[in-house]
């Protein structure tokens, strides 16, 4: 397997501007994340989904944030509008279960620079 | 999810045995105790879990006292390819629910090797 896939790798875009980042979770995993890394605070977990379904989105920053899971191979987390204060590292993970039991295996990430 | 306090930062010599304290005091009886490996422009990779005593497999060894407040990640013999920042995670699920905390991975240890 090719492991989790996320693209694009880096995007950098200006202020106010949509983002969508993707992410293709490993085949047969029913749990998937969605996690942000900066230097201030470090990895965080934005929303989780369980079997396509959203679990927890509480960890969302904001209304501008917002993620889908149309099937279970596909997801996306867009920035609608995006501002400087975004720019970090988004991390798209899956698991077989949301079980804390489970391994959670992370993509390479998308770097984001809003300017 | 049980809150983890572990070091900032750690400095050590390739060749010796490098060991990271994480200190988790309201750990609850269903919770397991999960360290996470991070290289730079990486996303994490689990790389050992434990519920008590002690876990080892070819990366690392786990000690948990029978308290288990705290764990102990236990790296021999490193390496320079071995700099990279250590999470601890503690918890039973991954499901968030209602918690006030959505921060999991947190900041981590960053272990730096020197030759």
């Known amino acids: 397997d090719a492991g989790v896939i996320q693209s694009p790798r880096h995007e950098v875009t200006e202020m106010g501007q949509e983002v969508t980042l993707r992410c293709k979770p490993i085949s047969g995993h029913n749990s998937l994340f969605w996690y942000r890394q900066t230097m201030m605070r470090g990895l965080e977990l934005l929303i989780y989904f369980n079997n396509n379904v959203p679990i927890d989105d509480s960890g969302m920053p904001e209304d501008r944030f917002s993620a889908k899971m149309p099937n279970a191979s596909f997801s996306t987390l867009k920035i609608q509008p995006s501002e400087p204060r975004d720019s970090a590292v988004y991390f798209c993970?899956?698991?077989?279960?949301?079980?804390?039991?489970?391994?959670?295996?992370f993509g390479p990430g998308t770097r984001l620079l809003v300017l | 999810l049980a809150k983890t306090t572990q070091p900032i930062s750690m400095d050590s010599y390739e060749g010796q045995e490098v060991n990271i304290t994480c200190s988790h005091n309201n750990i609850a009886t269903n919770d397991y105790i999960t360290w996470y490996q991070q290289f730079p422009s990486q996303g994490p990779r689990f790389i050992i879990q434990g519920y008590k005593t002690k876990v080892t497999n070819e990366v690392a060894s786990l000690f948990i006292p029978a308290d288990r407040k705290s764990s102990t990640l236990s790296l021999p013999r490193v390496s320079l390819s071995d700099t990279a920042v250590y999470y601890c995670?503690?918890?039973?699920?991954?499901?968030?629910?209602?918690?006030?905390?959505?921060?999991?991975f947190g900041k981590g240890t960053r272990l730096h090797i020197l030759p």
């Open positions: 995670l503690v918890g039973d699920t991954v499901l968030f629910g209602n918690r006030d905390d959505k921060i999991i």
């Open positions: 993970a899956s698991s077989l279960t949301s079980g804390a039991q489970e391994t959670q295996y």
